[in-house]
C-alpha cells in the first residue's frame, strides 16, 4: 500500500506520516529529507543557489522514482509539491491513498511563524505579513490538495486522533 500525505507547510505531514508508518508497520519517506539525501544539501540551500524551478524539476524527478520504486510507504511530500507540473496526477495515479491534511490559516500561521527561518518561501516575510501571505498562497493551492482521495480536517486534533482517523480510511 502507497499512502501520500499533501497538504500546507506545517500541517503535520511529517509528524503524523511518520507514526502513521510505525503503526502500520510502513517505510517513511519524507519527500524534502529524501531530495536533501539525494543531493546532499539543505532544500533552503537548493532554492537560494538554483531556484525554485530547478528544485520543482528535481522534486518531480524524485517524487516519481520514489513512487515507482517503493512499495508499502507511507509519503510526506513538501507544501508544494502536489501544485507543480503533473505532481498531483502522478500521485493519484501511483499511491492507493492521498490524503490531504486540511488546516485553518490561523493555526497554519500559529505553527509557521515559530519555524519561519525554516521555511524557504516564508523566511523573508514580516511575522504580520504571514496571515495574508498563507491565506492568498492556500488559496492558489487548495484546488490541488482538493484532489487528494480523502481529506482529513486537522483543526487541534491531538496526533493519536488524527492517526486513528487516517487509520479508518486507510484499513
Known amino acids: 500500500m502507497k499512502v501520500v500525505l499533501v497538504g500546507y507547510m506545517a500541517s503535520g505531514k511529517t509528524s503524523v506520516g ?13 519527500l524534502d529529507d529524501h531530495i536533501e539525501n539525494e543531493l546532499q544539501k539543505p532544500v533552503k540551500d537548493i532554492f537560494a543557489e538554483k531556484g525554485e524551478i530547478h528544485f520543482r524539476r528535481v522534486e518531480h524527478e524524485m517524487l516519481r522514482t520514489v513512487l515507482n520504486r517503493k512499495k508499502n510507504i507511507v509519503l510526506s511530500t513538501g507544501g508544494g509539491t502536489p501544485c507543480y507540473g503533473n ?25 509557521i511563524k515559530k519555524e ?6 516564508v523566511s ?7 496571515p495574508e501571505f498563507i491565506g492568498k498562497h492556500l488559496f492558489e ?13 486537522v483543526g487541534n486534533k491531538d496526533v493519536q486522533t488524527l492517526l486513528d482517523e487516517i487509520k479508518d480510511i486507510l484499513l
Open 18 to 30: 511518520k507514526l502513521l508508518a510505525q503503526e502500520l508497520d510502513m517505510e517513511f519517506i519524507d
Open 87 to 111: 505532481n498531483m496526477d502522478l500521485i493519484l495515479e501511483k499511491s492507493d491513498h492521498s490524503i490531504y491534511l486540511q488546516l485553518p490559516v490561523q493555526i497554519l500561521v500559529d505553527r
Open 116 to 121: 519561519m527561518e525554516h521555511r524557504p518561501l
Open 124 to 130: 523573508h516575510l514580516n511575522v504580520q505579513d504571514l
Open 141 to 153: 493551492r487548495r484546488p490541488f490538495y482538493m484532489k487528494a482521495k480523502h481529506t482529513v480536517q
